[in-house]
């Protein structure tokens, strides 16, 4: 994957985050707010680090649970899309189809990957 690609990519993963975070801040009231959307970010954060399929190129390379390709795939489709949909149910439509957009076209750019986890 080149460098574009990986920097549109932790671009995404960031925007995804930000969604999830807005989307529990706007769910929830009070000192709740604070501790909703720590904790969603927190549960997002760890899904995406942990599970991983050992010697991707496009991470370290360590997968601390180690899981098919089809499956990390599965996750990142699930945290950066469901990011975008985030951004849409608290109220941030335009947000939301901009981020859906652009995990659309950096998979787009990522057929080699895509190969790649579709056969591990």
Same mark, same amino acid.
């Given at each position: ?15 995804a ?19 909703? $959307?720590? #904790?969603? !970010?927190?549960? @997002?954060?760890? %899904?995406? +680090?942990?599970? =991983? ?17 089809? $499956?990390? #795939?599965? !996750?990142?489709? @699930?945290i950066? %899309?469901? +990011?975008?949909? =985030? ?21 787009a !750019? ?10 591990q």
């Open positions: 994957m080149n460098t574009a690609n990986l920097a549109l990519r932790f671009l995404l993963e960031l925007a985050l930000g969604g999830f975070g807005v989307l529990a801040w706007n769910l929830t009231d009070g000192w709740w707010r604070v501790m909703a $959307a720590i #904790l969603t !970010l927190v549960v @997002v954060v760890t %899904l995406w +680090g942990v599970f =991983a399929v050992p010697d991707d190129p496009s991470r370290s390379g360590n997968a601390p649970v180690p899981v098919p390709g089809l $499956a990390r #795939l599965g !996750l990142e489709l @699930v950066l %899309l469901g +990011g975008g949909l =985030a951004f849409h149910y608290a109220g941030h439509s335009l947000a939301g189809i901009a981020l859906v957009a652009l995990v659309l076209l950096h998979y !750019l990522s057929v080699e990957r895509l190969t790649w986890l579709l056969q």
